[in-house]
């Protein structure tokens, strides 16, 4: 799932990206106007030269390329309040696909087997009916686990027994642990508890934490000194770009692609793909969208390439700055005190 080099990555993705432009031109009349209206025509010889979407487009238009009648999922995204939220349409074969391919990225760090699952969250969070991005989040992650435990109990105490429970049963061998990152730094380090036979999977979150000078760096540092975890790997993804997800490498080096994804940083001047180490906006490309035209995005986040096919996995690996200035703050995961 991180096996391609990055010409190699070019090589495999520009044809397949091109015909999915082609296929949502045919699929998709808002889509085709704007495509139009901006002379976007093959042949596209890069993947900077795809024609991109700014994501904000799926809040304020409804954008889809199979019919009404087949759209099996409607997915939002997690705006804060006031604010309208992203539509993504679905049919059966995209969210299969989404599903699938989520599975064998997370799969590259967990293996194949389901493991022991620790939720650093209330149980709550999965069971209100208005199911929230962080509910989703957690519940999505909960396929990867077995004998799900909640390190908060329904009032967002930490619930010291059902860790000392968990670890009882499970502590010599390898286990999963979950939760938004702001909620993992405020409540992980406390415990006192060994987690070094952990693997760590945490997302978003980073606003409190730079608030506090924590960066990723001093992230790891303190979870391995205080609870010894040391395999960690933070995530970046988007509803926009359901089931494709950046994944942090081995050594913590910066985010990587799957091989079915990349990440192109622009110039906000003029919108030319930046070289390595210049921070950008970033844009994200996916085979995976293919019931709506999300398959080439403008995200409204500040990156940087660190390096290429240079680190743990094959690839460029970036690094998310934060988010763009004036840009609608996400309210995924750090609502500490909101389901």
């Known amino acids: 799932m991180f096996t391609l080099s990055a010409p190699e990555r070019e090589a495999v993705l520009v044809p397949e990206l091109a015909a999915l432009t082609e296929r949502h031109r045919a699929s998709c009349p808002p889509y085709r106007r704007i495509l139009d209206a901006i002379g976007a025509a093959p042949p596209y ?10 994501v904000r487009l799926f809040k304020t238009h409804e954008l889809r390329s199979v019919p009404e009648e087949q759209v099996f999922r409607v997915l939002t995204s997690s705006g804060t309040t006031g604010q309208r939220p992203s539509r993504i349409h679905l049919d059966r074969e995209a969210a299969a696909a989404q599903t699938r391919m989520l599975a064998a990225t997370i799969r590259a760090v967990l293996g194949e087997r389901r493991l022991p699952m620790l939720v650093v969250d209330t149980r709550s969070v999965v069971r209100d009916p208005t199911l ?7 519940l999505g992650m909960m396929n990867f686990g077995r004998d799900h435990t909640f390190v908060l109990d329904e009032q967002g105490r930490v619930d010291a027994e059902a860790v000392k429970g968990f670890l009882a049963r499970h502590g010599g061998e390898r286990f999963l642990v979950f939760g938004f990152t702001f909620m993992v730094w405020l409540h992980l380090r406390g415990l006192g508890a060994d987690l070094s036979q952990g693997v760590l999977i945490h997302s978003g979150g980073w606003k409190r934490l730079a608030e506090q000078a924590v960066d990723n760096a001093e992230f790891r540092r303190r979870l391995a000194a205080e609870c010894g975890l040391s395999r960690v790997h933070n995530f970046y993804g988007m509803v926009e770009q359901i089931g494709t997800v950046f994944l942090e490498g081995p050594e913590g080096d910066g985010l990587y692609c799957p091989d079915f994804a990349d990440v192109v940083i622009r110039d906000p001047e003029t919108w030319q793909e930046a070289p390595a180490g210049v921070p950008g906006i970033i844009e994200v490309v996916s085979t995976l969208p293919t019931s709506y035209p999300g398959h080439v995005l403008l995200t409204e986040d500040l990156g940087v390439v660190r390096g290429v096919d240079d680190g743990s996995w094959p690839g460029k690996r ?19 005190g909101q389901g």
């Open 45 to 54: 010889e890069r993947l900077a030269e795809l024609p991109w979407l700014p």
């Open 132 to 138: 929230s991005a962080r509910g989703a989040g957690v």
């Open 318 to 336: 970036f690094e998310v700055l934060g988010r763009l200035p004036r840009a609608e703050a996400r309210g995924c995961s750090d609502t500490m």
